[in-house]
T-cell receptor, first 116, second 109 residues
Framework: GAVVSQHPSWVICKSGTSVKIECRSL??????MFWYRQFPKQSLMLMATSNEGSKATYEQGVEKDKFLINHASLTLSTLTVTSAHPEDSSFYIC????????????FGDGTRLSIL | GQNIDQPTEMTATEGAIVQINCTYQ??????LFWYQQHAGEAPTFLSY??LDGLEEKGRFSSFLSRSKGYSYLLLKELQMKDSASYLC??????????WGAGTKLIIKP
């Protein structure tokens, strides 16, 4: 149980393109979803926390107009990287939790984004 | 501030035992998680401790001492596939996960 699906796995696109990444909880309703970014050989960096039906809470230094997060339902959150540039190339990973209690975060497989 | 410390890298031999330590300082505490992350992949959940003591799961065990702000992950009978990064993360009073930078474990034959 507790499967999180993330799509797409790989994206290669030109600079200036907007890219949408989907994160779905397949067999549970996720009250909270998290978006992380990870550069090569570095730790996970939390970008934002997303609760269904409310605005995402962004971490310091993360541009909310650049990284648009929509959490329209208990099973789907999307991250849109708007007008992506080469410095946005990274590994983006979503995770979800069932409820706000001690509960492991269940991770999607991640999306490798390469901006040319 | 909130902080998680764990070694950057460790090396061990196949078949041996290795202990990865983690110390934490958080605003409140609701438990400690260990995750495994292979290169290029997302993390996978290994263990959760909220009470003091040792939790054993097959070849992997995790220990917690709340009074010392300390945890360790113990891996026995090491296999080559255990080569990965091991992430320690503490849950604070707001149920926010505070992540360590990860320990890269290299297994040698």
């Amino acid at each position: 149980g507790a499967v999180v699906s993330q799509h797409p796995s790989w994206v290669i696109c030109k600079s200036g393109t907007s890219v949408k990444i989907e994160c779905r909880s397949l067999d549970f309703q996720a009250t909270t979803m998290f978006w992380y970014r990870q550069f090569p050989k570095q730790s996970l960096m939390l970008m934002a926390t997303s609760n269904e039906g409310s605005k995402a809470t962004y971490e310091q230094g993360v541009e909310k107009d650049k990284f648009l997060i929509n959490h329209a339902s208990l099973t789907l959150s999307t991250l849109t990287v708007t007008s992506a540039h080469p410095e946005d190339s990274s590994f983006y990973i979503c995770s979800a939790t069932l409820r706000q209690e001690p509960e492991p975060q269940h991770f999607g497989d991640g999306t490798r984004l390469s901006i040319l | 501030g909130q902080n998680i410390d764990q070694p950057t890298e460790m090396t061990a031999t196949e078949g041996a035992i290795v202990q990865i330590n983690c110390t934490y300082q958080t605003s409140g505490f609701n438990g400690l998680f260990w995750y495994q992350q292979h290169a290029g992949e997302a993390p996978t959940f290994l263990s959760y401790n909220v009470l003091d003591g040792l939790e054993e799961k097959g070849r992997f065990s995790s220990f917690l001492s709340r009074s010392k702000g300390y945890s360790y992950l113990l891996l026995k009978e090491l296999q080559m596939k255990d080569s990965a990064s091991y992430l320690c993360a503490a849950l604070d009073s707001n149920y926010q996960l505070i992540w360590g930078a990860g320990t890269k474990l290299i297994i040698k034959p």
